[in-house]
């Protein structure tokens, strides 16, 4: 799951400092493009504003600076995104973000010392403070370490961050278009539509029994609970994955499809299909629920792969899903058996943090751009690029609707915000538009009272029950 796009700088701002490590606007600016996309955004993630300039810092000369200035909690000039809790939230978000673009960038070949030249760095002022032998007395991974050292150093952190809020405020982004008032407006928007494009994130399978990932109680929780790893994420690493298997593999259990039944969101979304309305269903699962449900192949694309096939690390042989299955329930790692050793596996095909996503997603993603007349997001925090950049990559006088527990993807406006479950909407619109949906068992939930918007989104006072066709909604 190649989680995040590059920050972006100004190119000039770079020569004008003597060792700023800014991308560049020739390309130069991280993961590896999409043909489709050129916007090297993170957009919607750092709600701050940013700092005003400071006069003197030495961005490179690491080794020079005091440990109060690594702090911040002494240093004049950081009156910026460090200076409150909300900006320090931002700070350490941006930085993880970084941190996975630099694992990117390894992962996509490029040349460690490329990277930092193209951020425009001293090179004299590196290899006199940082660096004690010569770069071609150096390995790889003491060069990506380099890399990771420089880039994430407090101080070129915060000017990393500086440059990307200056640039998201110099970003257009979509805005609301009037309409879209009620259910009603949306079931008519969607009787109407002839080719919907819906993402679906992991919240359209919560019902099924399937944990999310980010949520209290989600994957990332009960990983951080089960392992000592330094971050939940790094399960689904390729790296970390290379280096050690194990983890992974007894996780592997928990996510492993098979045991579950689609929920009425899943049919829902046959329905549409059945009504010659279904366009693309763009899904960020690996449950392979929308094949369970009867969506036709050709209308979904798993944009993180699935479980259906795995492939070795080495020799690249492929096999399907029920060759590795015995492995998999016992916990074990399924070692290639023509490869013969302990570092060959066969790693489920599911795109893990560091891969590029298969090349169906770019290709139904131009083909369908010109085609959608109607957008629903349901059950997705958008916080995985590049899947998260469908909304902006679709033209914004399309229509565009949320179906979510919160708003997500800000400053980006939906035209309607359902904050709820993506069931409970479901049965809404059906008993709007006089569809039937087969019954679905569903899992017990808790009485949720859904957040007002602050942008005047319509919210929702929905009670939980049992089954979803008992659910009361007010509008």
């Keep these: ?27 130069h600016s991280g993961q590896r493009k999409p043909k489709y996309e050129n916007d090297n955004s993170v957009a ?11 006069d003197g810092e030495d961005y490179f000369n690491a080794n020079n600076d005091s440990d109060e200035d690594d702090s911040g909690a002494d240093d004049d000039d950081d009156d910026g995104p460090a200076s409150s809790e909300d900006d320090n939230e931002a700070l350490s978000k941006f930085q993880e973000t970084l941190i996975e673009w630099i694992k990117t960038q390894r992962a996509d070949g490029r040349r460690p010392m490329k ?104 994957l990332y929780a009960q990983i951080e609970d089960k392992y000592d790893l330094p971050d939940p994420q790094c399960l689904f690493d390729i790296e970390f994955l290379k280096i050690e298997p194990r983890p992974f593999f007894e996780f592997a259990k ?25 366009l693309r269903n763009y899904t960020q699962n690996i449950d392979t629920l929308e094949a369970v449900a009867g969506i036709d192949p050709v209308n979904v694309v798993t944009c993180h792969g699935s479980f259906a096939t795995a492939t070795c690390i080495t020799c690249r042989r492929q096999v399907s ?43 139904c993603l131009k083909e369908d751009n010109g085609r959608v007349d109607l957008l629903l997001v349901m059950g997705s925090s958008l916080s ?33 915000a359902y904050l709820g479950f993506a069931d409970d909407f479901v049965h809404e619109i059906c008993s709007r538009l006089g569809w039937t949906l087969p019954p679905s068992k569903q899992a017990v939930r808790t009485d949720l009272t859904a957040a007002p918007s602050s942008e005047g989104e319509p919210s929702a006072t929905i009670t939980m029950t049992k089954t979803y066709n008992t659910v009361s909604t007010t509008d």
Excluded at 44 to 54: I, K, N, R
Aim: include cysteine.
């Design 1 to 27: 799951m190649s989680d995040s796009n590059p920050p972006a700088g100004d190119a000039g701002d770079a020569k004008k400092r003597k060792a700023s490590p800014l991308p560049d606007e020739e390309g």
């Design 44 to 54: 919607g993630q750092y709600d701050t504003q940013p700092p005003e300039e400071s």
């Design 115 to 218: 990277v930092l030249s193209d951020r425009g760095i001293d090179q004299y002022s590196l290899w006199k403070y940082m660096v004690s032998k010569d770069e071609d007395e150096m390995t790889d991974d003491e060069k990506w370490a380099l890399v990771h050292e420089v880039l994430t150093h407090p101080r070129n952190l915060r000017l990393l961050f500086r440059e990307e809020i200056r640039r998201l405020q110099q970003q257009d982004y979509r805005r609301r278009i009037p309409g879209l008032d009620s259910l009603d407006d949306v079931a008519e928007a969607i009787k109407k539509a002839n080719n919907i494009v819906i993402l679906t994130g992991a919240g359209v399978s919560v019902s099924c029994g399937i944990p999310d990932f980010r949520s209290p109680n989600g």
């Design 254 to 278: 928990e996510i492993y499809p098979g045991s579950y039944t689609p929920s009425p969101t899943h049919f829902f979304i046959k329905e549409l299909q059945k009504q010659n309305k279904l």
């Design 321 to 363: 899903s029920d060759y590795i299955k015995e492995d998999i329930m016992k916990q074990d790692i399924p070692y290639c058996e023509k490869c013969k050793d302990e570092e060959s596996f066969y790693k489920p095909d599911i795109v893990f943090f560091g891969e590029p996503l298969p090349d169906r997603f770019g290709d």
């Design 384 to 416: 995985v690029k590049p899947v998260a950049y469908i909304p902006k990559i679709i033209s914004p006088t399309i229509p565009q609707i949320l179906v979510n527990r919160e708003i997500v993807a800000r400053p980006h406006e939906f035209d309607y």
